[in-house]
């Protein structure tokens, strides 16, 4: 079993954002992050409530400042305005993990342009737009700082049915390795993370019999959590992680040997 990462204090002083953190692999990075002492930034675009119950949380648990940000990571305007909070609140920012997602499915043939176009909105637009904005806040201090983008095992392996939806995720990995090279003089590392078969709400989209036949390809065995998951975000994010830059780091339980 996956067990919570980051040790008490390692980041204290640090400001974290990570987008689309109200469930899943978001929610559980931003719970790592508080856990490590950071100051953390919450986003969401479907209820404020749910992301003011989520910010206070995390301040009754860690005792951690915590902002959130109602709104669509894809939106240039609604992009710009977050980066804006996040510098009048805290002054700074150290961390961004580019998590916001979304899942579409449909086979070559049957994909329909709502289809298509909401996936590279979301998960190619919202993380460039994101990227730029974050890396611009985070490259004022003068010790830099990471970025860490959500990727999947289906930009490298593919899936039927996930053709579009894996096209997004190879944009993460091109994306991320252009970025690294490009922020490395700004002391901005930029990795990026290759989730497998995760047990989140992304999941439910899969039909229970596709499910269970990924699970037995899996080398452990079973399906992998976001808590999993946000240990490998924390590292990235952290010290221990500090001559690290360019990487899709997988966390798949063996799926690709």
Do not use: C, H
């Not at 995760?198 to 390809?217: F, N, S, V, Y």
């Amino acid at each position: 079993m996956s067990t919570p990462a980051g040790d008490a204090g390692a980041l204290v002083g640090r400001v974290v954002f990570v987008t689309g953190s109200t469930r899943g692999i978001g929610w559980a990075s931003a719970e790592a992050f508080a856990r490590a002492g950071a100051g953390v930034v919450l986003n969401g675009r479907a209820s404020a409530d749910a992301l003011q119950l989520r910010a206070a949380d995390l301040a009754e648990r860690f005792g951690t400042r915590v902002l959130t940000l109602l709104g669509d990571v894809a939106d240039s305007a609604t992009v710009g305005g977050f980066y804006k909070r996040i510098f009048g609140t805290f002054g700074r920012l150290d961390v961004l993990v580019n998590n916001a997602g979304i899942l579409r499915q449909g086979l070559i043939g049957a994909m329909d342009d709502d289809t298509i176009d909401s996936l590279l909105r979301t998960n190619v637009a919202g993380v460039i737009r994101n990227l730029q904005a974050g890396a611009r806040l985070i490259g004022r201090n003068p010790e830099g700082g990471a970025i860490v983008n959500l990727s999947s095992i289906v930009a490298t392996q593919g899936s039927p049915g996930q053709s579009a939806y894996a096209a997004t995720k190879a944009a993460v990995i091109g994306l991320t390795q252009s970025a690294a090279r490009e922020l490395a003089p700004k002391r901005i590392r930029v990795n990026a993370v290759a989730p497998g078969v995760i047990d989140t709400d992304m999941m439910l989209a899969l039909k229970p019999e596709a499910l269970e036949k990924l699970r037995g390809q899996v080398g452990l065995q079973r399906l992998g959590t976001a808590q999993d998951v946000a240990n490998v975000v924390l590292f990235l994010a952290s010290d221990q992680a500090a001559y690290v830059t360019g990487q899709v780091l997988g966390v798949d339980g063996g799926l690709v040997l």
